[in-house]
């Protein structure tokens, strides 16, 4: 499918209102979280926090899920709410981060601006059920791509190439330098996530399954557990969130890469947006949109291949 290049700028009240505050206060030549570069050039505009042209009119087969959404004009996203960098509820309530930008990049496509995207807080242990249950129409949410999952729902991308590693309170004090060192002691993580079932079942730690990875956090703080395991972007967002309570510690032990969940059997719909993803890898779209949120605090990397399969 070939991605409509038709578009039409918008700019919010809101995002209006960011430009002429950074306009007022940002240093000669650099740019703000949107993009918006005040060194002389013209910078883009677009709509919402992430500064995204919006389809104008898209045109698509009908009985499309593609069809339905641009026709409604408004799509609903499942995500996390209490992930730094990837998806953490903002102080107005709507989720900010790389996995919200990604979703507002796919909707942006389908002409739908970023108000009037509905999110929906979608934990490890619900992703799937949001999409058979017909609650969300797509999950953006640090969501790895694995061949249990794909029974029960389908995946596109992926755009995100991420690994699990271990979080410790500062300064070590268990000495823990890789998983191999948590048999038999308590580690908390996510029930219902890849990172639960690895340390667990590979690895022999005692799990301590908690519904949200924050909510892993004080049991670290106390002592209830040695460590808590996920993906290491997510950590590195605890670590930069907490200065002074946590360290990341030893390499990366496993491969997560991240993808878009949407109903299974959908195909047309997870081929749109793997279209969208490539074009944004492409054109930079993906390197800003990284480099605005999780390039805060980690490397932008290079985007994965998107797995058509």
């Known amino acids: 499918m070939r991605i409509r290049r038709n578009k039409t700028t918008l700019l919010t009240a809101a995002g209006a209102a960011l430009l002429l505050g950074l306009t007022a206060c940002a240093p000669a030549g650099s740019a703000g979280p949107g993009g918006i570069d005040d060194s002389g050039d013209a910078p883009a505009t677009g709509d919402g926090p992430y500064n995204l042209e919006i389809a104008e009119n898209p045109e698509f087969e009908e009985g ?28 107005d309530g709507s989720p900010v981060g790389f996995d919200v930008a990604i979703a507002a990049l796919v909707a942006a496509e389908l002409g739908i601006p970023f108000e009037n995207i509905e999110w929906s807080e979608a934990v490890s242990a619900v992703r799937e059920s949001f999409l058979e249950t017909d609650q969300v129409d797509m999950v953006v949410a640090t969501y790895t791509i694995n061949d249990a999952r794909k029974e029960r729902i389908d995946f596109a991308g992926p755009y995100f190439e991420a690994g699990q590693s271990i979080l410790v309170a500062a300064g070590n004090p268990e000495g823990i330098e890789g998983p191999e060192d948590v048999e038999g002691l308590a580690v908390c993580s996510v029930e219902g996530s890849t990172p639960a079932a690895t340390i667990a079942e590979e690895y022999g730690a005692e799990l301590l399954a908690a519904g949200a990875y924050s909510d892993c956090l004080d049991p670290l703080r106390n002592g209830q557990v040695v460590a808590v395991t996920t993906d290491n972007v997510i950590l590195s967002g605890f ?13 990366t032990f496993t491969e997560e890469p991240y993808g878009i969940g949407v109903p299974l059997g959908d195909d047309a719909f997870r081929t749109f947006i793997n279209d969208v993803l490539e074009e944004a890898y492409e054109d930079g779209t993906w390197a800003r949109l990284f480099e605005e949120t999780a390039g805060v605090v980690l490397d932008t990397p290079e985007p994965p291949a998107v797995d058509r399969y």
Do not use: Y
């Not at 499309?64 to 709410?81: D, H, N, P, Y």
């Not at 670590?239 to 390499?251: K, R, T, W």
């Open 64 to 91: 499309t899920t593609m069809s339905a959404l641009a026709e409604a004009g408004e799509i609903r996203v499942g995500t996390k709410f209490d992930q730094p960098l990837f998806g953490l509820q903002g102080p």
């Open 239 to 251: 670590v930069d969130q907490n200065p002074g309570e946590f360290e990341l510690v030893g390499d």
